[in-house]
């Protein structure tokens, strides 16, 4: 199984800053199965980056993935209000699928 | 567009059984791999079952390896969880995910739907 583990568990920023966000695989991940979702309070997921840099449909372009092998970023430019959220990494290039244990970006 | 519905939620005693189903519309749902994904209360997300386009293809995670069924009925456009054995650890939003590219099985989660909440208690 691949283990995720994202960094920070939580990040507090204002409106206009840029998120950092990382996400560490306990074994190398090909950049084709790594995704990034965004997850609100009372709402499902959202897809926001598929094969580690590839934005999803309608997706700002505030948003940014890199990395390869066993760390990968989320970048989020000029945070926006409703950004603030918590983030999952997650690999599905092989069974069990994972996730990360999220980040939380919070205003502060 | 494409909309996901799941249904068939509740609360329940230990050691009883419950079977949620997730209705697609918008799209040809049997082009498209399916998984179901849970949520403790203030957890994180834990992926549980994925079912390939046709069904050839299950897997679970080990927690509920021989006591969840996932099931596809591609004629009406609905997946299935069926849970028998349930304990209190499983109790969860559940989540049924489409994968993103047709007829593929390892690919992201691009369309999901608002969940269906699990309690086991007794």
């Known amino acids: 199984e691949i283990v995720l583990t994202q960094s920070p568990g939580t990040l507090s920023l204002s409106p206009g800053e840029t998120a950092t966000l990382s996400c560490r695989a306990s074994?190398?991940?090909?950049?084709?199965?790594l995704a990034w979702y965004q997850q609100k309070p009372g709402q499902a997921p959202r897809l926001l980056i598929y094969?580690?840099?590839s934005r999803a449909t309608g997706i700002p372009d505030r948003f940014s993935g890199s990395g390869s092998g066993t760390d990968f970023t989320l970048t989020i430019s000029r945070l926006e209000p409703e950004d603030f959220a918590v983030y999952y990494c997650?690999?599905?290039?092989?069974?069990?699928?994972?996730f990360g244990q999220g980040t939380k970006v919070e205003i502060k | 567009q494409v909309q996901l519905v799941e249904s068939g939620g509740g609360v329940v005693q230990p050691g009883r059984s419950l079977r949620l189903s997730c209705v697609a519309s918008?799209?040809?749902?049997?082009?498209?791999?399916m998984h179901w994904v849970r949520q403790a209360p203030g957890k994180g997300l834990e992926w549980a079952a994925g079912i390939s386009y046709d069904g050839s293809s299950r897997d679970y995670i080990d927690s509920v390896k021989g006591r969840f069924t996932i099931s596809r009925d591609n004629s009406k456009s609905t997946l299935y969880l069926q849970m028998n054995s349930l304990r209190a650890e499983d109790t969860a939003v559940y989540y049924c995910?489409?994968?993103?590219?047709?007829?593929?099985?390892?690919?992201?989660?691009?369309?999901w739907g608002k969940g269906t909440t699990v309690t086991v208690s007794s």
């Open positions: 918008g799209s040809t749902f049997s082009n498209y791999a």
């Open positions: 997650q690999q599905y290039g092989s069974s069990p699928w994972t």
């Open positions: 995910a489409r994968v993103g590219v047709g007829f593929g099985y390892y690919y992201y989660m691009d369309v």
């Open positions: 074994q190398s991940v090909s950049t084709t199965y």
């Open positions: 094969g580690a840099s």
